[in-house]
């Protein structure tokens, strides 16, 4: 009787599937899909775009700064003194050379501040710069 027992925990053994591999797998899968990832950027705020039926979407916009109806310029969720866009442009744009520069001004944003910005963008070195609207 013992013998038969002990076939049978024997067979029982045999018949598991080790799901190890299996995890490995997953695992490499993961860490490839948090490493290719393209994390959205935000500028910090919200604001209210103005609409345009023309606009365009911009694939490759990695600079984002937005500017407030109350005269604050965002950039990476920070709040930035006018006289340091510069600074921040060229340092992202390092980071990033074949990025752009995508204005996210609110409608009620002044025009000095707006052209500002972007005389910012083209003396850090960035030509290719563009507004945010809604389509």
Do not use: C
Not at 55 to 73: C, H, V, Y
Not at 78 to 100: L, Y
Not at 106 to 129: F, I, N, P, Q, W
């Amino acid at each position: 009787m013992r013998r038969g027992f002990s076939n049978m925990a024997a067979q029982e053994a045999e018949g598991e599937i080790d799901i190890t591999p299996m995890l490995d797998v997953v695992f490499i899968m993961l860490i490839f899909f948090i490493v290719t990832a393209s994390f959205v950027k935000e500028s910090g705020i919200e604001v209210n775009r103005p609409d345009a039926s023309t606009s365009q979407a911009k694939p490759r916009a990695n600079i984002l700064i937005a500017i407030n109806d109350l005269g604050e310029i965002w950039i990476d969720k920070r709040k930035v003194d006018e006289s340091q866009v510069r600074a921040n442009i060229e340092r992202m744009h390092a980071e990033n050379p074949q990025g752009t520069v995508v204005i996210q001004a609110d409608e009620e944003a002044k025009t000095r501040l707006l052209v500002s910005v972007m005389d910012s963008a083209r003396a850090a070195g960035v030509y290719d710069v563009s507004l945010a609207t809604e389509k």
